[in-house]
C-alpha cells in the first residue's frame, strides 16, 4: 500500500533534521580529530576544535591586562577621554573574535582589560598597542644601525640607552616649512638624533606633538625614519577592511591588502598630502602611519587620492592584513597607555555556580516532564524526545561557535539555555492543544494533526518572534553579561522552530496512523470522551452532548427568533417531516 502524503513528508522532515544533526557532529568531530592530530593549529580552521564548550571568564578565570592612561598633550586624562578609550579597546577585542570580555575603567586614570582564557599574542598586541593613530609624511630613512655613540662594543651585554642630542645643537627650522614634506623640517639637532638613534632603545621623543617632525623606527627595528608633522588624523577613517588586491581590470591578483575610506574631513586632507606627495621622488613620496610612536607602515604614494578610498599594499599576509585593517578601522585613541600588568585571574564565579545553574535547568526539565505526563499521557514522550533533539542542536551549534567563532557560555547564558526548555515547551503545548481543539469538533486525529498544525504554527512562529525580536534588542543594547543571555536566547528560539517544524510535527503525523493513539486511547493523551466528544468508531464521531444549561439557552434563544426566523425554521421542519413521511409511507 503507498504511503500517504502526510507520512511522506514526515519521513522527509525527519531525514533533513537527520542530515542537519549528522552534518554538525560530523564538522564538529572531524576538526576535534584535527585539532588533536596536528602540533600547530594557529592558522588552522579547526584551531581549539573540541567537543566542550568554552567558558567566559566568570566559569574559567582568563587573563587581566592593566593599562594607565598618559595624555598625548601632558595635560590630565578626563574620565570623557577614558571612556572613549574603553569604547574603542572593546571594539578592537570583538574585532578579533574574542566574546564576553570585560573592559572597565579603574581610578582616574586606569583600563582593566579582562579576557577568558589565555588570548593569542596578536590579541595582546592589539589591546597594548591602543595609541594615537597618525598619518605622517617621510622625510628620510634608511635601514636601522645600533651601532652609534654609547655602545660598547659587539661584545658589549648592556642595555641600550636613549641618546640626547647636544642642547647646543640648533633646534628651530632657518626657514618656515612651507609644508609636511619640505626639508626644512630637518634641523642639526633632528639630524643629529637620528643618526644616533638606535631602535633597540626607548626615547621620549616617539611622543612629539603633532605639529613636529618625528624620529622613530618600524615595528621590527629595520628601518629608521625622520617624519614629517601629522597631516591625517586616524580618527578621520570610518572604515578599514582587508582582502586580496585586485588591478584596474578588476581580476584579482593574489597579493592581500588593506583598503581605507576616510570621513570628510579625512578625504580632504588625504587628497590634498597625496597630491603632494606623487610628485615627489622617493622616500618623500612615502606616507607612515603610525600607532603609539612606531610605523607600522609606509606605503608608496602612487597616485593622488581624492576621493577619500586609498589601497595599502605590500608584504602582507592574511592575518597581517586583518592586523592592520583592525587597527586603522577603529581610528585614534585620544590618549597613550602604559601596560602596568598582564596577569592571569581565576574565575569570579566558578564551577559551583556552574553546576547550580545545571542543577536548576534539570529540575526544569523534569517539572516540564511530570507536567506533560499528567496532562497529556502517553504524547508526553514526543514533548521529551522533542526537548532531547532541541538539547542536542543547541550543544552542537554552541561546541561549534566556541572554536570556530570564540563563543564563550557564561552563567548568563546558561540561563538562557534554562529558559528555553520552557519556551519549546510552550510551542509543544500550543500544538497538542489544537490538535485537541480539533478533535472536540469531531474530526479524525489524523485530520486533526493537519489541520491544528496550519493553526498552531501561526501562534508559535508569532510567539516566537516576540522572543527573538526581544533577543535581538537585547543583545544590541546591552553589555557583558547580559549579551550571554541574549545570545542564548536568540539561538534557541531559532533551534525550537526547527525542531517543532522538523521533528514534533512529522512525529504527530506518524503517531497518528498507530492504534494507540488513533483510536483514541485513554492512556494517549487524545481520548475523545475525555476531550468531549464521543467516539463512535475509527475516525468517526459525533457531536459533545449538550447540558442543560446549553439547551435552556437553546430554548431562550429559539423564543427570542423573529416571525421572520420562525417561518425559515418552520419551512426546515415541514421539508424534512414531508420527506420522512413519505418513506414511511
Known amino acids: 500500500m503507498a504511503r500517504s502524503t502526510p507520512v511522506k513528508k514526515a519521513l522527509r522532515s525527519l531525514t533533513w533534521l537527520v542530515i542537519l544533526i549528522a552534518v554538525l557532529a ?4 572531524a576538526a576535534s580529530v584535527l585539532a588533536g592530530s596536528t602540533k600547530d593549529t594557529s592558522d588552522k580552521w579547526y584551531a581549539g576544535a573540541s ?13 587581566q591586562i592593566t593599562l594607565a592612561a598618559q595624555s598625548t598633550e ?14 574603542i579597546i572593546r571594539q578592537r577585542i570583538d574585532a578579533t573574535g574574542v566574546s564576553e570580555s570585560e573592559i572597565n575603567t579603574q581610578g582616574a586614570n586606569n583600563i582593566v582589560v579582562s ?25 628620510y630613512t634608511e635601514a636601522a644601525s645600533d651601532s652609534a655613540v654609547g655602545d660598547s662594543g659587539k661584545g658589549s651585554t648592556a642595555s641600550p640607552t636613549p641618546y640626547s642630542p647636544p642642547a647646543s645643537l640648533q633646534a628651530t627650522p632657518s626657514s618656515k616649512p612651507t609644508n609636511g614634506s619640505d626639508l626644512a623640517w630637518v634641523t642639526p639637532k633632528l639630524q643629529d638624533l637620528y643618526t644616533n638613534y638606535k631602535c633597540s632603545a626607548p626615547d621620549d621623543v616617539t611622543s612629539a606633538p603633532d605639529d613636529e617632525p618625528l624620529v622613530t623606527c618600524d615595528n621590527d627595528g629595520a628601518a629608521k625614519y625622520i617624519l614629517g608633522p601629522v597631516e591625517v588624523s586616524g580618527a578621520d577613517i570610518s572604515n578599514a577592511t582587508s582582502g586580496l588586491a585586485s588591478n584596474s581590470q578588476g581580476t584579482t591578483t593574489g597579493e592581500w591588502a588593506v583598503n581605507l575610506s576616510f570621513n570628510g574631513a579625512g578625504t580632504k586632507d588625504f587628497g590634498s598630502v597625496t597630491n603632494r606627495l606623487v610628485k615627489l621622488t622617493q622616500p618623500q613620496n612615502q606616507f607612515a602611519i603610525v600607532l603609539d610612536g612606531t610605523v607600522i607602515t609606509a606605503p608608496t604614494t602612487n597616485s593622488a587620492i581624492t576621493n577619500g578610498k586609498a589601497q595599502i599594499t605590500g608584504n602582507f599576509t592574511a592575518d597581517s592584513s586583518k592586523t592592520l585593517a583592525d587597527q586603522l578601522k577603529y581610528g585614534a585613541l585620544p590618549i597613550n597607555f602604559q601596560v602596568q600588568s598582564n596577569e592571569v585571574i581565576s574565575s569570579t564565579l566558578g564551577t559551583a555556580q556552574l553546576v547550580g545553574g545545571l542543577v536548576a535547568g534539570l529540575i526544569g526539565l523534569i517539572l516540564v516532564v511530570i507536567y506533560s505526563v499528567i496532562q497529556y499521557r502517553s504524547l508526553a514522550f ?4 522533542s526537548l532531547g533533539v532541541a538539547a542536542a542542536l543547541t550543544y552542537l551549534v554552541i561546541a561549534i561557535m566556541s572554536w570556530r567563532v570564540d563563543y564563550r557560555l557564561s552563567l548568563a547564558g546558561v540561563a538562557g539555555l534554562i529558559v528555553a526548555i520552557g519556551i519549546t515547551a510552550d510551542s509543544f503545548i500550543v500544538y497538542f492543544e489544537r490538535i485537541r481543539d480539533e478533535l472536540r469538533d469531531g474530526r479524525a486525529l489524523e485530520s486533526a494533526v493537519e489541520s491544528g498544525w496550519k493553526r498552531a504554527l501561526r501562534t508559535i512562529l508569532a510567539s516566537d518572534s516576540v522572543n527573538f525580536l526581544a533577543a535581538v534588542t537585547l543583545y544590541v543594547l546591552a553589555v557583558s553579561d547580559v549579551k550571554g543571555f541574549a545570545f542564548t536566547l536568540l539561538l534557541t528560539t531559532l533551534i525550537d522552530v526547527v525542531v ?22 485513554r492512556f494517549s493523551g487524545l481520548d475523545p470522551a475525555a476531550l468531549g466528544a464521543v467516539y463512535r468508531g475509527r475516525a468517526q464521531f459525533r457531536a459533545p452532548i449538550v447540558d442543560g444549561k446549553r439547551q435552556r439557552s437553546a430554548r431562550e434563544a429559539a423564543r427570542r427568533q423573529t416571525i421572520a426566523e420562525r417561518k425559515a425554521a418552520g419551512s426546515d421542519n415541514g421539508t424534512g417531516n414531508g420527506t420522512g413521511n413519505g418513506k414511511d409511507s
Open 115 to 139: 579576557i577568558p582564557g589565555k588570548p593569542d599574542q596578536q590579541t595582546i598586541q592589539r589591546i597594548e598597542a591602543a595609541a594615537k593613530l597618525t598619518f605622517r609624511p617621510v622625510l
Open 74 to 87: 601632558g595635560s590630565a586624562v578626563t574620565s570623557q577621554q577614558l571612556q572613549q578609550a574603553v569604547n
Open 26 to 29: 560530523g564538522l564538529n568531530t
Open 51 to 63: 567537543w566542550v564548550p568554552e567558558l567566559a571568564l566568570d566559569l574559567q578565570g582568563g587573563t
Open 500 to 521: 517543532v517544524a522538523l521533528f514534533t510535527h512529522p512525529m504527530m503525523q506518524l503517531i497518528a496512523r498507530t492504534r494507540f493513539f488513533g483510536e483514541g486511547h
Open 382 to 385: 514526543v514533548t521529551v524526545l
